[in-house]
């Protein structure tokens, strides 16, 4: 069965610092994997997607993430922070064995003028 | 273009009663998803429609949950007799043709809260 791992549910950096969300996943065929932002009382909008191309995702606002399969592992990376990024950042994983989205529990960044 | 829509964008109701919740998927997508959001349970899927296939129920968490797809567009979720622990923020996707690599697109969602 699938499932990813989002390990600390709060960050917290200062403005122009680097961001890095960490995420693992699970999955026992070639998964594709996810990362969303949401905005407090908004919907889920993606980031960036990892769907078998090239490893290093870039995707919007600066964000990227890099696919590493020895790791399961999608963290994503921001090199410098804004204010505007505060937001809850979501990462999940689909496969060809389902078509829906698993979830991680989350990770609310937090950024300090 | 317009994206994915939901209504009502917050609904109150006393436990034991019916609720519906509307979403409109951008149009000509084929799959729309319906997920739950809250603070003990996290993002959890609840129901997949693709074109005319069967839907995928496998995420409703009881037989209180049932959601329709009228005309492969508008999907309307219905949860009986409510009670406190359906209180969540529940989200509808969309997506153009469905398949694991598929962007879903997410609505506001719908904040039900069950007194």
């Known amino acids: 069965a699938q499932s990813v791992t989002q390990l600390g549910s709060h960050v917290s950096v200062s403005e122009g610092a680097l961001v890095l969300l960490r995420c693992n996943y699970s999955?026992?065929?070639?998964?594709?994997l996810f990362w969303y932002v949401q905005y407090p009382n908004q919907g889920l909008q993606l980031l960036l997607k990892?769907?078998?191309?090239?490893?290093l995702v870039k995707g919007i606002n600066g964000f990227e993430a890099e696919f590493k399969k020895s790791e399961t592992s999608f963290h994503l990376t921001k090199p410098s922070a804004h204010m505007s990024d505060a937001a809850e950042y979501f990462c999940a994983v689909s496969d060809y064995s389902t078509d829906k989205l698993i979830f991680g529990t989350g990770t609310r960044l937090q950024v300090f003028p | 273009g317009a994206g994915v829509s939901q209504s009502p964008s917050n609904k109150v109701t006393e436990k034991g009663k019916d609720v519906e919740l509307r979403c409109d998927p951008i149009s000509g997508h084929t799959a729309l998803y319906w997920y739950r959001q809250s603070l003990g349970q996290g993002l959890e899927f609840l129901i997949y429609?693709?074109?005319?296939?069967?839907?995928?129920k496998s995420g409703l968490p009881s037989d209180r949950f049932s959601a329709e797809r009228t005309g492969g567009s508008v999907s309307t979720l219905t949860i009986q007799r409510t009670q406190q622990e359906d209180s969540a923020v529940y989200l509808c996707a969309s997506s153009l043709a469905g398949g694991p690599q598929e962007t879903q697109y997410f609505g506001p969602g719908t904040r039900l809260l069950v007194l």
């Open positions: 999955s026992s065929v070639p998964p594709y």
């Open positions: 429609f693709q074109g005319n296939s069967a839907p995928d």
């Open positions: 990892y769907t078998s191309a090239a490893t």
